[in-house]
């Protein structure tokens, strides 16, 4: 949280038009997550698209009863996305070239510097010392800029609740779970392994051992290593990103560089703006009496009528 | 209105009657008419029942929307978090209201008093229109009695819409301030114009860069969304600049199409110094706006060029796009140059309305149309949600009249005292009509001879 | 909470290899192992031991370097070219239960090889469903080897427990 505050402070002290302008540009889009935080390696290659995760999810997270029993496996005949009642989705991708379909399981992939956490107004997200972006409804006024903001398409939202809607999303099951340095119910369950949980800096030495020992199962890239400034979840597969309907224009710099030349530019309008255009009004109004008097002088030329 | 004028109705313009008497608020409120006039002359005119069955489909379904819930209203899109309300609406709305700042520094700051008869309509123009920005985003937000949390409650201010929120809700105090000149005038209170007259110049530099950073703001929130832009509608290092100087040009053609329509509509309300100066008003204001507009067209191809998106023109969404430069920024600019040149206002009049829609298709297509572009389907609206939207703009140009109609915006407040010698008034009046030209005139003659 | 949650923790986790002798030699090789999870999800289910040993005879395809004829993983081979047979060779053996306790975790980044060692119930998914895919034969679905328990038909809101079905509603939103 220390570079969230510090980005608070320095937004403040821009917004007072003070200083702080050059230390937040530097700061924004490096930070690249808790040392110790925990992540996921998603093993794409291993998963034969069982749906357990699915159920485990919606137990543990006591969701809404899903609109299919989770071992049916018709679903996979169109890709859906993560809704207020799913968090996380398995979906089947054709890879091609006669190779078997592949699966992935989408979720939020709590990102180090995430884009919903960056877009919030009323700072409704957090990302944990243990890696999860977790998101705090009390405070949510439900402007959905975190689900613009997203570049994976994660957070839903219960459109349908009239007097509490709120954003709903995996939270790594944070608060049941992660905490207590348990994974979260998916992992669990999964059968096959598909999800490994660790310490994102070993997980990201166990995936590129797995591609060096076994280069024929896997394409050489580990998708979220990098991707958005690094992400807690990522993944492995056999096939190149976007065939499992993985973003791959996404880029290696998180959501908020993006919008970094304008937040820099703020304390600057903040601090010249005033002066420029006072300066101005001087300028433009020298040759009589200027400020305040040359409203009464307007008033008098208007009191003729 | 005009008929009940030519049958010898007098409309308030002034404290008094022509008795003598002060004019009560009820009297006020019904333009001096009687209540049986104003109540025929409103259900004579056609557009009130246009806006009454609107409203009479729309104002349920706003309250549906509040007790139902969004579901109700909009398709629930989760790849659209933004539907109409932000998108139309709130993004629409404004940059259209960009005419506040400009006018106001125009007159107050840069001391450009051949505008002063407009700048009053300029400044209710950005009020209303950030007003009704706000009520869009009423309709939008999940929870909107939840709207003040970033002001007391909690910040998120390395968030661009953390900016946006405080940017608004001080500039929309300062526009209030602005526009309630003329509110004491009408209601009878010297001494809050007096308190307000003090502080203009503040506001007005504060609305500048209340303006600058919001204007920006709204184009910096879809720099979140990087994948989701359409590549031509999106740029990192431009977006800010492109929705800001995009409503230069939009808030001033917003002045001359309304004014338009003010004029084909309650011309009754002008007084001779607004009738007179509109016209020259008019070719200043487009003036500005293909100014603007140049600079626009020159930063969105330079935003092209930075990031070499030239291919994209041979898609779908790049003939698109060409169609929106053509509608929004080329074919206008085109008109205005000609009809500036020959000075033919009913052109300019035309070219602004294409800059007001081209705003709106820009807006439109940045949060909507074009979004998701790499999505496989695209949003249709709720019919719901479109209604509300159709509603909301409405009650927008019904409130927009009801000012209109009755404070001194398109007419100056005659105080009490000039009222008394009447003749004096009237003389003065005809000496008085050119006076904005010749001020003009005397300041440009004083600024050569000081260089 | 924690509690609350330790089926979840154990769930699926600890499987029992019944009477199986920790001797490689052939002394005494299991006809049946009875896989019973902990799990209150699944029924117990026999795996018929002597009919794989009879189909693919090598047992080293899935005993890895501890049983039959030496490994050709060039992974394995590295160390493992010249092993002999282990004592222990069975799955529960090497595999853990939980492959992701705080202190399994500890464990495996103090280990130089077999770091990336699958918990019990994943090496066991693993060989099993890799192999009858790639040759086309043997069950590949959840159930069709062991089958829901109540709790478990509840937990995959399956059967008796499966949902209504609900009008379908028309949402843009669910792609």
Redesign the interface.
Known sequence: MKRRDFLKGCLISGAAASLGVPSKSLAVGSFEGYPDAMGILVDTT?C?G?R?CE??C???QKLP????????LSVFE????T?EKAYTVVNRYEAGDGK?PQFRKMQCNHCNEPGCLTSCFVNAYTKTREGAVIYDSKICVGCRTCMVACPFNIP?YS?SSAFNPVVKKCIFCYH??LK????P?C???????VL????RS?LIK?AH??IR??PDRYIDHLYGEKELGGTSWMYLAAVPPEKIGLDETVGNEPIISNVKEFLGMVPMVLTIWPALFTGFHLLATRNKDHGADHHTHSEQEDGKK | MNKLIASGATVVDSPQKSSGRNWTIMEKLFLGLSFQQYIAQAIRNPFNWVFGIIFAIGIPIIIGRFIFGLSWVT??????PWGLFLGFGLFGMVPLSSSGFQLGTACEVFGRHDLEPIERLGLLNGLLGYFFAVIFLLCDLGQPWRLPYPMVLAYGPAAVLFLVAWHVATYLSVQIAEVSVSFFEWIGLPIGIRAIRKITLGMTVSGIILSTLHQGALGALFTYAPGKVHPLWYSSSFQWIHFFVSSIPGGLCMVIVVSTIASKTMSWRFDERFKDSLDRITISLAKGASMGLATYLVIKLISIAHDNKWGYFLTGYGHWYLVEIMIGVIIPMALLAYSIHHKKVAIIRFGALLVVLGIFLNRLNTAYITFNWK???R??PHWREVAICITVYSIYIVVYRFILYRLPIFYQWKAAEELAPAYVAETETRHQRRAPEELALAYAAKAENDQ | ??TK?FW??G???TVLLATVPGTGRGITIPDTVTLHSQSKLYEPFVFPHAKHILIVKECSNCHHHTTGTLVQDP?CIRCHRNSSETAVVSCKGCHLPD????TA?KE??KKIYH??M??L??AM??SC?DCH?KMKQGP?G??DCHVYTKEGAA?????E???KK?PAKG?????
Not at chain 1, 196 to 199: A, E, I, M, S, V
Not at chain 3, 171 to 175: A, N, Q
């Open positions: 291993r034969v069982c357990s159920a485990a919606n137990k543990e009863e899903p609109d299919v029993p989770f071992d049916d169109e890709k859906r996305r809704t078997d839903a459109y049941t779970r207590y340095g348990k994974p119910a992992v669990e369950i999964c059968p096959r392994e490994t949980f660790g310490l070993d166990i051992e797995r020992e076994t | 398709h629930s899109s989760y790849d659209y999505l496989p389907y949003e249709i | 909470m924690q949650r979840l923790a769930m699926m986790a992974n492959a992701f306790t705080a975790i495996k980044n770091r990336d699958p918990s119930k994943a998914h693993q469903i895919n590949v959840c159930q937990f995959y809101n399956s059967g427990f499966a949902p609900k949402s843009h939103g669910g792609h």
